[in-house]
RNA sequence: GGCGGGUUGGCGGAGAGGUUACGCAGCGGAUUGCAAAUCCGUGUAGACCGGUUCGAUUCCGGUACCCGCCUCCA
């Protein structure tokens, strides 16, 4: 059997992936908050993962994989957009307004994903259904004593979890030290991080023990990988931005709510894109979304191609220059494979390269036949890694 | 300030301690009514300074530069 390698970062090292169970085989990976279109950085990590996925596939079985991403939908960017619409007189109600925008938004994104060949998740948990749960393990982390309730909020004790910091190399002091973080009068200490906040009458809200109010956003991860996946899984992905505080925080609260497990063995970490060399911003001018450039004519697997074309643990540059000679590759490998039957199994040249920490550059670059692997990375077809 | 990633030929981008990467572009040629496509051939590398070694672009150390994160942005 084919034995994956990837870049774990919690040892910054790459390391042999051994699952808990052959037989079931378990990713969580962050998705998206969804209160606009998806930008093009957006995609990285449903590619990369994508192409995880697919190989975890094809080595354990279809059957033997379980692939979980969440979306968000709390979250004050879609509070914003429903006042926003509130404002503008549309006279129902708030939950109705953020229900549309989040409805709509989940759609545009499964349409924008599926064009560029992402096979969709197992399972798509959103936040919203699992505030039962959070609750819950907010409960258990303050009578464990990692956790205080001050002011209608609960804010995480960063001091209670003795490994803060490990998955992003810092220490707490050193965080403090260089923090421009605004501290709230109500936290203990500096670091401390929102678990569950009230809520006004302008914003969505749950009953909870502290009042009405909404979690946090790091306590929904930790929620939905437990429900859906236990207190111990495999792999556990998403961008490198996420790293601190984000996923440090899911550790923490995951860590101290189930001491007796391990949580995520393996942490695999996409680098961030940039367009013509520099960071995608709307400042900047060179924002735009995956939608922008389909409805520009650029084909998904075009996209597809591009952003396999560069490791995933490195900075992806987004050129109109190589979505140009992807476009010219592409349309000769289409040539190539031009009424070929496709292979029963896919080359093992190309498995190598992936299990090799996801080497889709080198899997691209050659040493097998162009006929197999052409669709096999870039459409995701028939001829993909299933 | 702290942490992390990167630096290969015109551009993108791999593998390997010693042998041609590959693709695109360019150039020469074949084919072609023209063009496109296709085919053949071909040049240009490994940021800088040290070290290990018979030999390093590939291992080790340092320097420079670029980028990102540290702000509920993937």
């Known amino acids: 059997m084919t034995t994956i390698r990837l870049r774990n970062s919690k040892s910054r090292k ?48 279809e059957r033997h994989v379980t692939y979980v991403r969440n979306f968000t939908d709390v979250d004050d960017k879609i509070n914003a957009e429903a006042q926003r619409r509130k404002g503008l007189g549309d006279p129902r109600s708030l939950e109705a307004l953020i229900a549309e925008r989040t409805e709509e938004t989940i759609a545009w994104y499964h349409a924008d994903m599926d064009a560029l060949g992402a096979l969709r998740p197992d399972q798509e ?20 004593g990692h956790a205080y309730e001050k002011e ?3 804010l995480f004790r960063v001091r209670s979890y003795q490994n803060y910091g490990a998955l992003s190399g810092r220490s707490v002091d050193d965080m403090i030290a260089g923090a421009r973080v605004e501290v709230a009068p109500f936290k203990e200490d500096p670091m401390d991080f929102v678990l569950w906040k009230p809520s006004d009458e302008d914003l969505p809200g749950w009953d909870s023990p502290w009042g009405r109010g909404r979690p946090g956003w790091h ?32 550790i923490a609260q995951s860590a101290c709510a189930h001491p007796e497990a391990g ?15 520099k960071k995608m911003s709307k400042s900047l001018g ?28 490195k900075p992806m540059d987004w ?17 190539l494979v031009d009424g070929a039957v496709p292979a029963a199994h896919p080359a093992a040249e190309l498995v190598e390269a992936l299990a090799d920490d996801l080497n889709t550059a080198g899997a691209i ?22």
């Open 14 to 61: 790459v390391e042999e992936f051994h699952p808990i169970d052959p037989e079931n085989v378990q990713m969580y990976v962050c998705g998206p908050t969804v209160y606009d279109r998806a930008h093009l950085g957006n995609a990285r990590p449903v590619l990369v993962f994508d192409v995880l996925y697919r190989l975890l596939r094809h080595v354990y079985g």
């Open 365 to 386: 670059a050659d040493k097998f036949d162009k006929k197999s692997r052409a669709k096999m990375i870039v459409s995701g077809s028939s001829l993909s890694l299933t």
């Open 219 to 250: 306590i929904e991860c930790s929620a939905m990988s437990y429900e859906l996946l236990g207190a111990s899984f495999d792999i556990h992905g998403g961008g490198i931005d996420l790293q601190f505080p984000h996923h440090e925080n899911e």
């Open 286 to 313: 060179n924002f735009f979304t995956v939608r922008d450039l389909l409805d520009q004519g650029v084909p998904g697997e075009v996209i597809r191609f591009v952003m396999l074309g560069t490791h995933y643990g």
């Open 125 to 144: 948990p959103r936040a919203t259904a699992f505030i039962g749960q959070m609750i819950a393990m907010i409960a258990d982390l303050i009578a464990k």
């Open 152 to 154: 209608g909020h609960v």
């Open 263 to 277: 949580f995520a063995n393996y942490w695999v970490h996409n680098e961030m894109l940039q367009v013509e060399g």
């Open 319 to 335: 050129t109109e220059r190589k979505r140009e000679e992807a476009e010219t590759t592409l349309r000769k490998w289409r040539a």
